[in-house]
């Protein structure tokens, strides 16, 4: 069984930066791709960014090209979400899956354990 749990969410304001991290409970961590989505109030959840099992490949959603930076450390087990430069639109719970596929997709079906999320809050 595989458990997330993310962390680092929080309020900031627009143009500001927040770091999350996403630790997995599974030895066998460095063999899965993760992934980052978010969910806003109202809305479906959405693809937000994915990295290889490697760190080589990367898959970014083109509304945070340029300004998240997703990374990870299979020593530590832990995924990150690097966001700079928030505006208030990117205001959603934040959750990290893993895909046991090791492929970087974009569709939350091609993930198959899911952290509890953790809430990101700008302010304008």
């Known amino acids: 069984q595989v458990q997330l749990v993310e962390s680092g969410g929080g309020l900031v304001q627009a143009g500001g930066s927040l770091r999350l991290s996403c630790a997995a409970s599974v030895r066998t961590f460095s063999n899965y791709s993760m992934g980052w989505f978010r969910q806003a109030p109202g809305k479906e959840r959405e693809f937000v960014a994915a990295?290889?099992?490697?760190?080589?490949?990367?898959n970014y959603a083109g509304f945070v090209r340029g300004r998240f930076t997703i990374s990870r450390d299979n020593a530590k087990n832990t995924v990150y979400l690097q966001m700079n430069s928030l505006k208030p639109e990117d205001t959603a719970v934040y959750y990290c899956?893993?895909?046991?596929?090791?492929?970087?997709?974009?569709?939350?079906?091609?993930?198959?354990?899911w952290g509890r999320g953790t809430q990101v809050t700008v302010s304008s």
């Open positions: 990295i290889s099992w490697s760190g080589r490949s990367t």
């Open positions: 899956a893993t895909a046991t596929s090791g492929l970087v997709l974009p569709k939350p079906d091609n993930y198959d354990y």
